[in-house]
Structures are given as structure tokens and as C-alpha cells.
T-cell receptor
Framework: AQSVAQPEDQVNVAEGNPLTVKCTYSVSGNPYLFWYVQYPNRGLQFLLKYITGDNLVKGSYGFEAEFNKSQTSFHLKKPSALVSDSALYFCAVRDSNTDKLIFGTGTRLQVFP | EPEVTQTPSHQVTQMGQEVILRCVPISNHLYFYWYRQILGQKVEFLVSFYNNEISEKSEIFDDQFSVERPDGSNFTLKIRSTKLEDSAMYFC?????????????FGEGSRLTVL
């Protein structure tokens, strides 16, 4: 069975500082990993994905994520946070044997001016 | 930019009533999904649909739930007899041709309130 864990309910960071939102996963086959962002009262927006290839993937709004197979992690990062990055971030995983995308519990990112 | 659209944006219903939530997926997409989110928390998979049949469903998706693609554009979720615990935000999503490497595109959601 596939699962994904986001160990932090909330991450606080000052504007201009680097941010990291953590995610670890468990799958039986090859992992396909995704990050989504949700702004208040909105749907989920796709940020980036890892399927294969380079372990560092770049996505929308300056975000990137690093796939680490040995640590089964896919942490989301950004070198310099903006107040407008404040939102709920979801990590998601799908293994190569299924269609469904399974989401983590979400991490609320708060960027302070 | 093409998008997934959902109606209604908010529906209030009495317990025991039937509810139909509607979605128009992105036109060239072939995979369709329903997810729900309770109180802005975890996003839970309900069902996936491909080639006019359910491909996977979760344990949440019991006999009270059904999905249908009645024409070439709409994709609906029906809850036959709503319960208080069905109150949630329901998201429709679609993705491109058969590939589990593709990302899902989500609609803005339909908020269901069961009284």
C-alpha cells in the first residue's frame, strides 16, 4: 500500500529566508511524487513532480524538490520565501501499479514579513 | 488555460436527501477522479474513473456513492442519502491519457453542508 507522511503541521519562516517542507513516502513499486499547493477556499494547484531522472526537480513559483531514494523523502524547498507563499502544501504519491494519487495530511506554511 | 469546473460551489442539504455534484473535466483528459477534504484537512481519495467505468475506489466510496459520465463532458458524483459526516469539500480532478505519471488538475471544489 502506498502512503505519504508530512511530519510538520505548520512551518513558519521569515520572508527572504529559505524554506523546507518535509515529505516522506512509502510505495511498493516505483514512486511518482507530486507537490500541490492550496490557497484558502481554492482547489489544489500542481507545483511539481518527480517521475524519473534528476533527483532535483524544479516547479512553479520558484519551488523545487529533492528526491532521495535512500531516505524515501521528497522535501519541498525554496531559496527565498515570499509572504504570498503562505498556503497549505500537500505532498502526494502514486506508485507505478495504481491510478490513484494519495495525499499527505498537509503542511501549513506561514511566511512572516 | 483549460480548467476543471465544478457546480455547485456550495450546496446545503438535509440529512437523507440525495445530492448530485457536477464536474466538467478538461476536454482531452481521459481519467477522472473525486476527492474530498473535510475541514481544510487531509485530501481523501474517493474514486477514479476511466473508459466509462470505475477503475479504483476507496473504502469511503460505499453503496451510497455513485459516479457517472452521462455525456461527453460531464462527470457527476451522486450521494444517495446524505449523512452529517458527508459534509466536506468535494474536488473533481482529471488527468491526460492513460499514464500514472501525469499530474491531476483539480477544480475549485463543491462545498457540501449536510444539516
Amino acid at each position: 500500500a502506498q502512503s505519504v507522511a508530512q511530519p510538520e503541521d505548520q512551518v513558519n519562516v521569515a520572508e527572504g529566508n529559505p524554506l523546507t517542507v518535509k515529505c516522506t513516502y512509502s510505495v511498493s513499486g516505483n514512486p511518482y511524487l507530486f507537490w500541490y499547493v492550496q490557497y484558502p477556499n481554492r482547489g489544489l494547484q500542481f507545483l511539481l513532480k518527480y517521475i524519473t531522472g534528476d533527483n532535483l526537480v524544479k516547479g512553479s513559483y520558484g519551488f523545487e524538490a529533492e528526491f532521495n531514494k535512500s531516505q524515501t523523502s521528497f522535501h519541498l524547498k525554496k531559496p527565498s520565501a515570499l509572504v504570498s507563499d503562505s498556503a497549505l502544501y500537500f505532498c502526494a504519491v502514486r506508485d507505478s501499479n495504481t491510478d490513484k494519487l494519495i495525499f499527505g495530511t498537509g503542511t501549513r506554511l506561514q511566511v512572516f514579513p | 488555460e483549460p480548467e476543471v469546473t465544478q457546480t455547485p460551489s456550495h450546496q446545503v442539504t438535509q440529512m437523507g436527501q440525495e445530492v448530485i455534484l457536477r464536474c466538467v473535466p478538461i476536454s482531452n483528459h481521459l481519467y477522472f477522479y473525486w476527492y474530498r477534504q473535510i475541514l481544510g484537512q487531509k485530501v481523501e481519495f474517493l474514486v477514479s474513473f476511466y473508459n466509462n467505468e470505475i477503475s479504483e475506489k476507496s473504502e469511503i466510496f460505499d453503496d451510497q456513492f455513485s459516479v457517472e459520465r452521462p455525456d461527453g463532458s460531464n462527470f457527476t458524483l451522486k450521494i444517495r442519502s446524505t449523512k452529517l459526516e458527508d459534509s466536506a469539500m468535494y474536488f473533481c480532478a482529471s488527468s491526460e491519457a492513460r499514464s500514472n505519471t501525469g499530474e491531476l488538475f483539480f477544480g475549485e471544489g463543491s462545498r457540501l453542508t449536510v444539516l
